[in-house]
T-cell receptor, first 116, second 111 residues
Framework: ETGVTQSPTHLIKTRGQQVTLRCSSQ?????VSWYQQALGQGPQFIFQ???????GRGNFPPRFSGLQFPNYSSELNVNALELDDSALYLC???????????????FGEGSRLTVL | EDKVVQSPLSLVVHEGDTVTLNCSYE??????LLWYKQEKKAPTFLFML????IEKKSGRLSSILDKKELFSILNITATQTGDSAVYLC???????????FGGGTRLMVKP
């Protein structure tokens, strides 16, 4: 158990809909990173939030957006869902951005999104 | 473009066998190479390597990094059914805040 919690664990949406995924970071962690893991592939970096601001973004379109709240929890929003958005969405927290590519990055169990 | 490639894609062995998983990387401003075990959902951290030639060990698992040839290996000796999982390697960069993951190696250990 890493102390990083995500909700919902599973959800099914249809193409064109919008989805919001939530993440509570480990106590004391102020940085949240989001990754998308398609079936049979490794996780891909979506973006990171630090002190309520986006602090780096991977190769994802603007319909992927996020928020971080004062308590450091975070949301990932995806608009205009496409079939290829079906994946496991992993949230990870760290003590700060410099720890986000070290062994001090802790993953949640993920939210599995299916788009029909 | 930064790239991490793992081989083999999948592997089936019997309990007691020794396995070697491979990871090669091409990452600008390389800082670290990490190994994770993913059984169901959350990847769990195994090792972080930053220096060439220094083996890290944890029980039956060990790993080493070669920064000249840009690869790392993860060895598992005396495999057990509980070792069945996807093993992910990832590279981190200096002044970076993300990990670049490989596609993973799926290991199945049969009794």
């Amino acid at each position: 158990e890493t102390g990083v919690t995500q909700s919902p664990t599973h959800l099914i949406k249809t193409r064109g809909q919008q989805v919001t995924l939530r993440c509570s970071s480990q106590s004391g962690h102020n940085t949240v990173s989001w990754y998308q893991q398609a079936l049979g592939q490794g996780p891909q970096f979506i973006f990171q939030y630090y002190r309520e601001e986006e602090n780096g973004r991977g190769n994802f379109p603007p319909r992927f957006s996020g928020l971080q709240f004062p308590n450091y929890s975070s949301e990932l929003n995806v608009n205009a869902l496409e079939l290829d958005d079906s994946a496991l969405y992993l949230c990870a927290s760290s003590l700060g951005p410099v720890y986000a590519n070290t062994g001090e990055l802790f993953f949640g169990e993920g939210s599995r999104l299916t788009v029909l | 473009e930064d790239k991490v490639v793992q081989s083999p894609l999948s592997l089936v062995v019997h309990e007691g066998d020794t396995v070697t998983l491979n990871c090669s990387y091409e990452v600008t401003n390389f800082r670290s190479l990490l190994w994770y075990k993913q059984e169901k959902k959350a990847p769990t951290f195994l090792f972080m390597l930053t220096s060439s030639g220094i083996e890290k060990k944890s029980g039956r698992l060990s790993s080493i990094l070669d920064k000249k040839e840009l690869f790392s290996i993860l060895n598992i000796t005396a495999t057990q059914t509980g070792d069945s999982a996807v093993y992910l390697c990832a590279a981190g960069q200096n002044a970076g805040n993300m990990l670049t993951f490989g596609g993973g190696t799926r290991l199945m250990v049969k009794p």
